[in-house]
């Protein structure tokens, strides 16, 4: 398994990025991917997951509608639409999978991780 996230960079607070995790290296049914971010001196947060198979999608407090994670399984890729950024949205932004059909916010749930991507949302 092999993720590598994309997409981030440098934008004022209210305006927009998509992250974008490409997924190599096998078939991803019965697997949920997720996002997390980590911003500096803090812990790794869950953002938003969302069952490869398709089914409902969860998000963590700080990012619901703001944020949306969505999947192509033609172009096994993950994305994550950022809206409405904020300054503490700033951090490095992670892809990770696990195997399983149920959702899961932990990060120690995750086997697989991407190399993370980093956002900065300027005041």
């Known amino acids: 398994v092999q993720l590598q996230a994309s997409g981030g960079g440098l934008v004022q607070a209210g305006g927009s990025l998509r992250l974008s995790c490409d997924m190599s290296g096998r078939t991803y049914y019965n697997y949920i991917m997720g996002w997390f971010r980590q911003a500096l001196g803090k812990e790794r947060e869950f953002v938003a997951a969302?069952?490869?198979?398709?089914?409902?999608?969860t998000y963590g407090d700080s990012v619901k509608g703001r944020f949306t994670i969505s999947r192509d399984n033609v172009k096994n890729t993950l994305y994550l639409q950022m809206n409405s950024l904020k300054p503490e949205d700033t951090a490095v932004y992670y892809c990770?999978?696990?195997?399983?059909?149920?959702?899961?916010?932990?990060?120690?749930?995750?086997?697989?991780w991407g190399q993370g991507t980093l956002v900065t949302v300027s005041s």
């Open positions: 969302i069952p490869w198979n398709g089914g409902s999608t």
């Open positions: 990770a999978a696990r195997r399983g059909t149920f959702i899961t916010v932990g990060p120690s749930d995750y086997l697989y």
